[in-house]
């Protein structure tokens, strides 16, 4: 058995191959420019560096190239470029400028862009992002140097999911800077997000799942009545990994491993199939890559298993969900983690101006976190009393909340430096302790020396949430910064930052909450306290467009007023043109197979009825009953199926907005009512005549 660390990082394009195969002077010039240094790249230096990438991609087998991006659909894209041209007298060579290295132009007028290009301006361009190192993605027969891009539109107007993340570190970073320098460090010259993304999901047989269009089509079940046994033992979590996913599992590691990306945590989840993957955190923008190709590698060695991958976030009713815990800290160029709490007092006052910052960028835009996790398929998931409510709420652990409750009561009155022990500062290492038995119920969580944020969807790109997550807390730091340089010129910076934090107590009381995030009287109480309540994705996603949000955005200069715009249609579109292909695949598979099947199981309890009732005397009135019950539900379901396509026809026909809305109020609950219908009578179909495998067979890996 070969080692991990012996084949980590082999088809990375990492800092070790780029000393061995650069010049010295491209090499220092390169890593300037991948650390945010001065000198930008120069088409020469380009093409010392498209050359060498060249060389080591072709010996590992990369017979092509290809600008890897985020576009808006959560997915990546790749428009595949072959190394391989001919020179002007027809002979083969291979080739790779420093300008295809540079830029690339997709032909990419069918990628979703919210208006902000139309199809005869299609000349979307990407841009190679060098912070994110290039990799190759082997395949049996060869393989393709990926090269991580930004995706701008032909007026340099980002589309894609990367732009909006990198500036949106890059706002937080000066920020964290500066409140660092009021803090007197004056030795720091980066901050560093650092994000590590929890993967569930779920494997299912493929051979069962190719028989169902809804997994194939939708990722979900749209049908399918509960399984005799489901979550309720509770006997999955933590479970002995069943050894045909532990096989798939370490051949996923291996070529993630290969891929730079070390895995730290596997592990069976709630329900029934449902596994979680952790990798150890990195940089924010790398993160966000790694995460999209672990979802990548994931996808493509599962069907090798005999497995389907679903990564939607409710695959099935009734049993738990799939999400996607991000991880999320700073580190400072020291290596210090600027969320860990210390036996230094004045550090853990510097901590706690960080942790306030958060909250109360929170308390104030709270919104934005949640239009950032609203999907079709997340819509299913919050609030199911398994993953956290649509409320966006913080957990900050008894001992913080004891130092803020205490704050705000008021106390000490005139803060003495030496105030600080009394408010428990001196003991705030024990914080990881206490976290580790957390609150698990919560949006975004304290868990120690780090926040998670729960709501993340699992099929998510989770530069979205992060995104909007900077944005809030980059705010919050130059807020929470302003407000102490006020106060220093009376106080020192410990006293300073305490009255600062007082304030912040009380007016982020409302956003932090300790209890159970799953019990129905939070939801009272958040109406009480007036927080931002949206249970539907377009309402969620309708936060995008309120002023106070988008000027937030755009005085971060994150996106522009248009962007924002164009962002949210972007993402009502998704909606709408995801929940219009779910309505057709469950009609195509109502009038395909479950009609047919209702009317199978009819003719054979007819017979059967008939036949009983000519031989034997006796009242068979329960029978009768059932059968008539599968008539009805025939018709009933005849009868839905007419106002789909009623409604799916008036859908076609008007605004997006409009279609959204006819969606949410009238398509969701009529699918609802088809699936209710459908499943009481598959509950009496015989299982030769059942069109589907059903959740009971689905939720067992033989
Ligand atoms: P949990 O107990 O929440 O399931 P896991 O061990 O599954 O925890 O995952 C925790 C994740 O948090 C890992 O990806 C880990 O690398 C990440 N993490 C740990 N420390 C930090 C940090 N300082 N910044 C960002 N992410 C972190
Ligand atoms: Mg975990």
Redesign the pocket.
């Known amino acids: 058995m070969e080692r991990p660390t012996s084949y980590f990082g082999h088809h990375v394009f990492n800092e070790k191959v780029m000393r061995e195969r650069l010049p010295k002077n491209v090499f220092e010039q390169l890593t300037s420019a991948i650390n945010g240094g001065p000198h930008k790249l120069n088409i020469k230096i380009a093409d010392v560096v498209a050359a060498a990438m060249k060389e080591w991609a072709t010996s590992l087998g990369a017979t092509h190239y290809a600008h890897w991006f985020h576009p808006r659909t959560e997915l990546t894209a790749e428009k595949h470029m072959a190394f391989l041209s001919l020179d002007d007298k027809g002979a083969p060579l291979e080739a790779f400028t420093g300008s295809e290295l540079i830029q690339s132009e997709p032909d990419a007028s069918s990628l979703p862009s919210g208006g902000m290009r139309s199809t005869f301006e299609a000349r979307g361009y990407t841009a190679w992002d060098p912070t994110s190192p290039a990799f190759v993605m082997l395949t049996e027969k060869g393989g393709t140097l990926c090269i991580p891009s930004i995706f701008l539109s032909w007026d340099g107007t980002p589309l894609d999911m990367k732009m909006p993340l990198l500036k949106a570190i890059a706002a937080i970073e000066t920020r964290a800077i500066r409140l660092l320098r009021l803090f007197g460090n004056r030795g720091v010259h980066w901050v560093k997000v650092?994000?590590?993304?929890?993967q569930e999901f779920f494997l299912v047989e493929d051979s069962l799942a190719r028989k169902r269009p809804d997994l194939v089509l939708c990722g979900r079940t749209l049908l399918g009545c509960p399984p005799p046994k489901g979550q309720q033992l509770e006997d999955h979590y933590f479970g002995a990994i069943h050894p045909r996913v532990l096989t798939y599992m370490e051949d996923v590691e291996a070529e993630l491993h290969k891929l730079g990306i070390a895995i730290?945590?596997r592990h069976d989840e709630v329900a029934p199939c449902q596994f979680?993957f952790?990798?150890?955190?990195t940089d924010a923008n790398l993160a966000t890559d790694q995460n999209q190709l672990m979802m990548t590698v994931m996808k493509r060695i599962a069907p090798h298993h005999g497995f389907k991958l679903l990564l939607h976030e409710k695959p099935f009713a009734g049993i738990n969900g799939s999400g996607k815990?991000t991880?999320?800290?700073l580190?400072d160029s020291d290596g210090y983690?600027l969320?860990e709490p210390t036996n230094n007092q004045r550090k853990n006052v510097q901590f706690l101006a960080f942790v306030g910052a958060l909250i109360l960028g929170i308390s104030k835009y709270s919104s934005l976190l949640r239009a950032s996790v609203a999907s079709p398929g997340n819509m299913h998931r919050l609030g199911g009393f398994e993953a956290p409510p649509a409320i966006m709420s913080v957990y900050l652990g008894s001992t913080l909340t004891n130092v803020l409750e205490r704050l705000e009561e008021g106390f000490p009155e005139e803060i003495p430096t030496s105030g600080i022990i009394d408010l428990g500062l001196a003991k705030l290492p024990t914080l990881k302790k206490e976290n580790s038995d957390r609150n698990r119920t919560a949006p975004l969580a304290f868990?120690g020396?780090?926040f998670?944020f729960r709501a993340t969807g699992a099929s998510q790109s989770i530069a979205g949430p992060l995104t909007m997550l900077l944005a809030v807390w980059a705010w919050g730091i130059e807020e929470v910064s302003n407000r102490i340089e006020s106060r220093l010129g009376n106080s020192d910076i410990t006293d300073a930052t305490l009255d600062v934090m007082r304030d912040i107590a009380k007016e982020s009381a409302k956003v932090r909450f300790e209890g159970n995030c799953y019990d129905k009287a939070w939801h009272d109480e958040a109406v009480r306290r007036d927080l931002p309540i949206a249970t539907t994705t377009p309402d969620a996603l309708s936060y995008y467009l309120i002023p106070e949000n988008r000027a937030l955005l755009s005085s971060l200069s994150i996106m522009t007023d248009r962007e924002i715009v164009a962002y949210y249609e972007t993402r009502l579109e998704q909606y709408v043109k995801t929940l219009d292909v779910e309505m057709a695949v469950m009609e195509d598979m109502i009038r395909h197979a479950i009609l047919p099947s209702i009317s199978k199981q009819v003719a054979l309890e007819g017979k059967a009825f008939e036949k009983a009732t000519s031989i034997l005397d006796g009242n068979f009135e329960s029978w009768k009953g059932k059968i008539k019950s599968l008539c009805d539900a025939k018709e009933q379901l005849y009868h839905r199926l007419e106002q789909l396509r009623n409604l799916r026809y008036r859908i076609s026909n008007c605004s997006l907005e409009e279609s959204s809305s006819l969606i949410t109020n009238e398509g969701i609950s009529l699918m609802n009512e088809i699936r209710s219908l459908s499943d009481a009578a598959e509950l009496w179909i015989d299982d030769m005549i059942q069109p589907y495998p059903s959740y009971r067979d689905l939720l067992v890996i033989q």
């Open positions: 650092t994000v590590g993304a929890e730290k945590t979680e952790a990798p150890q955190f815990h991880n999320i800290s580190m983690n969320l868990t020396n780090k998670e």
